[in-house]
């Protein structure tokens, strides 16, 4: 699902778990996937999603963010 996009963007490094790699992993139920989130409360988490992992450092956890900002921005890298 992310192996093909990171490759187009050059970005060598990500989108597979593999060793060597940055780990961003969203962990959820697709079944109980449930934005709930609104114009009258556009903050309000979502519904399923129960871990975010960036970078190998959790920063969601059962309905809390951990206070953790491990993320860098990404810059497109040359096609080789």
Known sequence: MTSLPARIFGFKDRGQIAKGYWA????FNEEYLLDRASYDSPLRLPQGIYHVIINGVVVFQNDHFTGEAPGKPLRRQPLS
């Open 24 to 27: 961003d992993i969203v962990i």
